[in-house]
């Protein structure tokens, strides 16, 4: 059976989320969740109406009234069920290759679910495999369902708006990358109603191309069509449209770290950032810290997964994080990451203040080189990375205050990834091979 990762069930459709569990899954959410309704979303995969049918069918079978969204972004299932006050699914495997697919649960107003309710829906889950669960409600009992007719995307869209002040930001052309995912016919209409002059590429969903060479895991081909067409900006999206990274007019990527920065200073100068604070995780590039530092903002480091970014917010109080993979997330705006949000703000800095994303972007922060080295393992060895503890603090030494080391498990195979930032490309390299051949020694000790 399939476990909560850090966003959601996810694995091979039909393979390793198969239909009966999604509906085993729709029925001990609708036990531990809790509510009358839900909303549920999907995006492009061929085993997207799938999973949703069977889904759909567990809520349903509990009494819950099901609301299909249809293909829309993940932040909009969020945003429904914010606005509607109930729970919320979104099938989707994110920017995985598109045989991969995944249920991310949201709990009542649209917010992650804690691990508490985590741990109790995987119970429910495998009591209701293992039993059947018992009687179920039958006749006027049964929850109907019933396809939404635009409306929940359109007020999602309008919200976008209003989260730029209504500004039109005309005079600002973009080549936009929908990753042939779920924002593919949502964004253009979005960017476009706020007045930007949009190009659109990878927006031809077929079922299988989801993130194929496209989208914001693979940014070449925009990077390339930004150039072609003279854009000011390139926007690329992944599969479900929860991130969002950029390019400048000169075709370079202007990474998650980067936005957040650009964010950051632009709330910072309008007083909408509370503490002068920001959320990051670890993996966030050293000179984003220097960045925020020369500013007087304050970094507050995470693990990696937009979970522990959330749960900071919540905790400190802060309105800005995100991580470099692009999720960004604006906690007074909106209740999880969302690309088009993150697409209208950084666009609406740009239309303000009149400065080219690049100048814009080489303000906020100098990414140091970044050298990530992952050294696979015959089996896990959870002492390993504190047995390394004498080997980091050699490399750290070295470095000083001019770099950065960080040695870390996978959560999910037997891997120890080695991250080195240094001032020169050679360094990072040089340091991460020496620690990554100091795992290979001690894990063959």
Same mark, same amino acid.
């Given at each position: 059976?399939?476990?909560?990762?850090?966003?959601?069930?996810?694995?091979?459709?039909?393979?390793?989320?198969?239909?009966?569990?999604?509906?085993?899954?729709?029925?001990?959410?609708?036990?531990?969740?809790?509510?009358?309704?839900?909303?549920?979303?999907?995006?492009?995969?061929?085993?997207?109406?799938?999973?949703?049918?069977?889904?759909?069918?567990?809520?349903?079978?509990?009494?819950?009234?099901?609301?299909?969204?249809?293909?829309?972004?993940?932040?909009?299932?969020?945003?429904?069920?914010?606005?509607?006050?109930?729970?919320?699914?979104?099938?989707?495997?994110?920017?995985?290759?598109?045989?991969?697919?995944?249920?991310?649960?949201?709990?009542?107003?649209?917010?992650?679910?804690?691990?508490?309710?985590?741990?109790?829906?995987?119970?429910?889950?495998?009591?209701?495999?293992?039993?059947?669960?018992?009687?179920?409600?039958?006749?006027?009992?049964?929850?109907?369902?019933?396809?939404?007719?635009?409306?929940?995307?359109?007020?999602?869209?309008?919200?976008?708006?209003?989260?730029?002040?209504?500004?039109?930001?005309?005079?600002?052309?973009?080549?936009?990358?929908?990753?042939?995912?779920?924002?593919?016919?949502?964004?253009?209409?979005?960017?476009?109603?706020?007045?930007?002059?949009?190009?659109?590429?990878?927006?031809?969903?077929?079922?299988?191309?989801?993130?194929?060479?496209?989208?914001?895991?693979?940014?070449?081909?925009?990077?390339?069509?930004?150039?072609?067409?003279?854009?000011?900006?390139?926007?690329?999206?992944?599969?479900?449209?929860?991130?969002?990274?950029?390019?400048?007019?000169?075709?370079?990527?202007? @990474?998650? #770290?980067? +936005?957040?920065?650009?964010? =950051?200073?632009?709330?910072? %100068?309008?007083? $909408? /950032?509370? &503490?002068?604070?920001?959320?990051?995780?670890?993996?966030?590039?050293?000179?984003?810290?220097?960045?925020?530092?020369?500013?007087?903002?304050?970094?507050?480091?995470?693990?990696?997964?937009?979970?522990?970014?959330?749960?900071?917010?919540?905790?400190?109080?802060?309105?800005?994080?995100?991580?470099?993979?692009?999720?960004?997330?604006?906690?007074?705006?909106?209740?999880?990451?969302?690309?088009?949000?993150?697409?209208?703000?950084?666009?609406?800095?740009?239309?303000?203040?009149?400065?080219?994303?690049?100048?814009?972007?080489?303000?906020?922060?100098?990414?140091?080189?970044?050298?990530?080295?992952?050294?696979?393992?015959?089996?896990? @060895?959870? #002492?390993? +990375?504190?047995?390394?503890? =004498?080997?980091?603090?050699? %490399?750290?030494? $070295? /470095?000083? &205050?001019?770099?950065?080391?960080?040695?870390?498990?996978?959560?999910?195979?037997?891997?120890?990834?080695?991250?080195?930032?240094?001032?020169?490309?050679?360094?990072?390299?040089?340091?991460?091979?020496?620690?990554?051949?100091?795992?290979?020694?001690?894990?063959?000790?």
């Amino acid at each position: 059976m399939l476990s909560f990762g850090t966003d959601g069930v996810r694995g091979v459709a039909n393979q390793d989320l198969t239909p009966e569990l999604a509906l085993a899954l729709g029925r001990a959410s609708a036990r531990v969740l809790g509510g009358d309704a839900v909303v549920i979303g999907r995006d492009t995969r061929r085993s997207g109406p799938m999973l949703e049918a069977a889904l759909a069918a567990g809520y349903a079978s509990e009494g819950v009234a099901v609301t299909l969204l249809g293909v829309v972004p993940t932040p909009t299932v969020a945003h429904a069920a914010a606005a509607l006050g109930v729970p919320g699914a979104m099938i989707s495997a994110s920017h995985n290759p598109f045989a991969d697919n995944g249920i991310k649960l949201f709990a009542a107003g649209g917010t992650k679910l804690s691990d508490e309710a985590e741990d109790q829906l995987e119970a429910e889950l495998a009591h209701l495999l293992g039993s059947g669960g018992g009687e179920r409600p039958t006749g006027a009992g049964v929850g109907p369902v019933t396809a939404d007719d635009g409306r929940l995307a359109r007020a999602y869209a309008d919200d976008l708006h209003r989260a730029v002040g209504g500004r039109r930001l005309q005079g600002i052309s973009v080549v936009l990358d929908c990753a042939h995912g779920a924002a593919s016919a949502l964004a253009p209409e979005v960017l476009r109603a706020a007045g930007v002059e949009v190009t659109v590429v990878h927006a031809d969903p077929d079922g299988v191309n989801i993130n194929d060479d496209a989208g914001s895991t693979s940014p070449a081909a925009l990077q390339r069509a930004v150039i072609d067409h003279g854009a000011d900006v390139g926007l690329a999206l992944d599969g479900d449209a929860d991130r969002l990274l950029a390019i400048d007019s000169d075709g370079a990527l202007v @990474d998650g #770290d980067h +936005v957040i920065a650009i964010l =950051a200073i632009d709330r910072q %100068a309008q007083g $909408r /950032l509370p &503490d002068d604070t920001v959320v990051a995780t670890v993996m966030s590039n050293l000179g984003f810290r220097q960045g925020m530092a020369r500013r007087g903002i304050t970094v507050v480091d995470t693990k990696v997964g937009d979970r522990y970014v959330l749960e900071a917010l919540a905790r400190t109080g802060a309105a800005l994080g995100g991580e470099q993979s692009g999720h960004v997330i604006q906690a007074d705006i909106a209740t999880t990451g969302d690309g088009l949000l993150t697409a209208l703000t950084l666009l609406d800095v740009v239309h303000r203040t009149g400065r080219p994303l690049a100048d814009l972007a080489a303000d906020a922060m100098t990414s140091l080189p970044q050298v990530l080295v992952n050294v696979r393992l015959d089996h896990r @060895d959870p #002492d390993l +990375v504190e047995r390394l503890a =004498a080997d980091v603090a050699d %490399a750290e030494a $070295r /470095l000083g &205050d001019e770099g950065r080391v960080l040695v870390r498990p996978s959560g999910t195979e037997p891997l120890i990834r080695v991250m080195v930032e240094a001032p020169t490309a050679e360094r990072a390299q040089q340091e991460a091979d020496t620690l990554a051949a100091a795992v290979r020694r001690l894990a063959g000790a």
